[in-house]
Every structure is written in C-alpha cells, then in structure tokens.
C-alpha cells in the first residue's frame, strides 16, 4: 500500500506536514529512535536540477520524524565517485546543500544530525545470490528509511527507491554491480537481487521536481528536462512504490528490467495516482556534449560517467578550455567515446575519432588500435588533455 501527496517545498511545515500525514495513512513509525535516511545525492548539484534528493525534502522528514519522538538522525549516503576521497565527499555536502540544511536544523530547532560517507563505515556481511555483500552496519541499527529521487535513467530506464540502495553500496561492490559479477549476472538483476537483501523500513520518492530524458544526472543540450510535479510518494514496500513511480511517469514496468510488476494499492486518504502528461521523456542511447558522443554499454561503469561529466563541467566553465573545445569542434565534426566493457561487434565502424574511457575498456582498445584512456574510473584532468591533444 502506498500513499501520495502533493506538497510545495516552501514553507517547510508544509513538507514537515505532508509527511506526517503520509506517514499516518500509512501506519508508520519508526521501530527505534535512531534512524538512517539514505537520500540520492550522487552528484554535486543544486537540487534546482532535479538529479538529487531535494535537503528540503529531507528537511521536512527530519522535523516530522523529531515530533514523532526519534532521538537520532544519520543522513547516509556513498556516492561512488565523490566517497572515494573524503574532501570530494565534503565537497559534495556542501555543493548540494546538505551542509546548510543540517546546520539549519542544529542552529534553528537544536536538532543535531550526522551526515556519515557510507564507504568508511563498520560493515556487515550478507550472503546473496552472487556470494558476499558488506553493508553498512547501521542499517541493521538503525530504522532504515529510504528516500529516493524520482528520475530517467540510460540504463535501467528509471532510477527510484530499488535502483537508490545502491548508495548502501562499497565503491567496489557498485562496479560488480555494473559488471554483473563477471558475468554471473546483469545490473538488472543485481537490483532486484540486492532488493532480497535489505529493505528499508519505509520509502519515499520525492517527485516535488523530477528528472526526465538521458538521466540520470543533467545532460547538456537539453537532453534532460526537470518537470515540476510537486509530489511526494511513500510506502513500506519498494516494488509497490517504484510501480506506482512507474505509472507517474508514464513508464511501462515491462521496460524496466530490475523491477517486478506488482498492483498498487492506495492507502485511504491517498490522493489520487495521475500519470503525467505528458509522459516523461525516454533516455537516448548516447549523451551528446557539442561534438562527442558518449556511449555507455550495460556493463558500463556510473563512475565513469561521472567522471566523464566532471570532464565536461570543466570544459564548459573555463574561458581558456572553452576556446579549445572550439577548435576541436572545427578540427572533428564528430568525436565517439566508449564507456564499459562491451565486445567487437558492440562497436560501430565509424570513421571519426573513437576513444575507449576507463579501464573496463582497455582491451577491446588493444584489440581494434583505437585510443584508450587509463583509470577506474579515469582521473576527468587527465582524460581532458587527452581529449585536446587527439
């Protein structure tokens, strides 16, 4: 069973309320008072760009939770890419605005909260289909509650509360995820798998904006959307509430590989389920930044992703390599990058310049003679001169 709400993010009381109604329908409260709340905050954006959990959202939670009586809050969250390095995870508390939100709390209701990086954490282990997961232990001591974004994705075609636990996840076990632990598997089925593991004890979707087309961060070219919905879903099971995430965005579950089809029940004061008109914009095979393509294979990498678009912010923010992209430009009309761990026959034969990203990459690089970029994922100050000097 699930439940929806439709709320504004200003003022606060209305989130703060807007859950407490949610969290009334749906007969939740939390079993200790200490509780995890693992948001998507994968990139360090503003939340204007719909690619993170809005702080507000998580905001709101927070006070409706403290006046439900739980003492203590952990924000956690392992983003791959920025967790590596604790000044990068630092960077991106700060860049989202994370760090102000839980300053606020402290400052303005003297309520402390600790916004841990997941990937230096005490672990536990779980036996699972393909061998050992090493989770964060606190999910076991804390009430676990999952608060994901409503977003597209290139590769699993959406990313909502089942595809969001991979936050839990060490930076390593994020990579066997994408590689399908050599084979044994398919990212798809790692979701689904890991969503046997570990269930949160409520989820939430936060759709008050969206991210719609080649998500699941902000695409260059208008290859992504932000849709204001204004809408926050809730409920205690994943698969029910990614379905109904599903049914909003005008996505059919069977395009959706690590999702199971199941029937969505709305819980009594429910608003009504309304898909969205139109319905959201499907992701495109490829990213197009100006004259490269990037393509990412199903056993491609986020990190790498991540890094490559790290690449290109700088690229785009800088006067002197704003100039050089220019010239490449005139110098390649069409420039092909490949991302993931993919066979011959996966490589069209083209006669631009094709360059092979991150290590995943390496031999089908040797084997072809095209260029190859070293690193896992590749440090985005060394893949921009290479792209430069091509």
């Known amino acids: 069973?699930?439940?929806?709400?439709?709320?504004?993010?200003?003022?606060?009381?209305?989130?703060?309320?807007g859950f407490i109604k949610l969290m009334k329908q749906l007969n939740y409260k939390p079993s200790k008072s200490r509780v995890l709340l693992k948001p998507n905050i994968v990139d360090a954006v503003k939340p204007q760009t719909a690619v993170i959990t809005d702080p507000k959202v998580v905001e709101g939670l927070i006070l409706a939770l403290k006046e439900m009586g739980v003492e203590e809050f952990v924000i956690g969250e392992n983003s791959g890419f920025f967790s590596i390095k604790k000044e990068n995870f630092m960077r991106l508390i700060k860049e989202t605005g994370y760090k102000k939100m839980v300053e606020k709390l402290r400052k303005k209701h003297e309520i402390n909260v600790k916004i841990q990086n997941l990937q230096f954490e005490e672990l536990e282990e779980y036996p699972w289909t393909y061998g050992i997961l090493k989770l964060p232990k606190i999910c076991r001591t804390h009430s676990y509650i999952n608060i994901a974004k409503m977003k597209t994705h290139?590769?699993?075609?959406?990313?909502?509360?089942?595809?969001?636990?991979?936050?839990?996840?060490?930076?390593q076990d994020k990579k066997n995820f994408h590689l399908g632990y050599d084979g044994a598997g398919s990212l798809h089925s790692c979701i689904r798998e890991y969503a046997k593991v570990i269930q949160p004890e409520f989820s939430i979707i936060d759709g008050t904006r969206a991210l719609?087309?080649?998500?699941?961060?902000?695409?260059?070219?208008?290859?992504?959307?932000?849709?204001?919905?204004?809408?926050l879903l809730a409920g205690k099971d994943m698969i029910e509430l990614d379905n109904a995430g599903c049914q909003i965005m005008g996505v059919p579950i069977e395009e959706v590989q690590h999702l199971?089809?199941?029937?969505?029940?709305?819980?009594?004061?429910?608003?009504?389920?309304?898909?969205?008109?139109?319905?959201?914009?499907?992701?495109?095979?490829?990213?197009?930044?100006?004259?490269?393509?990037?393509?990412?294979?199903?056993?491609?990498?986020?990190?790498?992703?991540?890094?490559?678009?790290?690449?290109?912010?700088?690229?785009?923010?800088?006067?002197?390599?704003?100039?050089?992209?220019?010239?490449?430009?005139?110098?390649?009309?069409?420039?092909?990058?490949?991302?993931?761990?993919?066979?011959?026959?996966?490589?069209?034969?083209?006669?631009?310049?094709?360059?092979?990203?991150?290590?995943?990459?390496?031999?089908?690089?040797?084997?072809?003679?095209?260029?190859?970029?070293?690193?896992?994922?590749?440090?985005?100050?060394?893949?921009?001169?290479?792209?430069?000097?091509?």
């Open 1 to 17: 069973m699930i439940s929806i709400i439709h709320v504004k993010t200003k003022p606060i009381e209305d989130i703060k309320n």
């Open 154 to 171: 290139q590769m699993t075609g959406v990313t909502l509360s089942m595809k969001n636990q991979k936050g839990l996840l060490l930076f």
């Open 212 to 231: 719609e087309g080649t998500g699941p961060v902000t695409g260059p070219e208008n290859q992504t959307k932000v849709r204001h919905l204004g809408v």
């Open 260 to 390: 199971p089809k199941k029937e969505v029940k709305l819980a009594p004061g429910s608003e009504p389920l309304i898909p969205a008109d139109p319905p959201f914009q499907k992701p495109d095979s490829y990213m197009k930044y100006g004259n490269i393509y990037l393509h990412t294979s199903p056993f491609g990498c986020s990190n790498c992703q991540m890094a490559f678009s790290r690449m290109f912010r700088k690229i785009m923010f800088t006067p002197e390599y704003i100039e050089k992209f220019h010239l490449l430009q005139k110098k390649y009309p069409r420039i092909d990058v490949f991302i993931g761990k993919m066979s011959v026959t996966e490589v069209p034969d083209l006669e631009n310049p094709v360059v092979f990203f991150g290590k995943c990459t390496q031999s089908i690089a040797n084997e072809i003679g095209k260029e190859y970029i070293p690193g896992c994922p590749p440090d985005y100050n060394k893949a921009l001169k290479f792209i430069f000097n091509l």
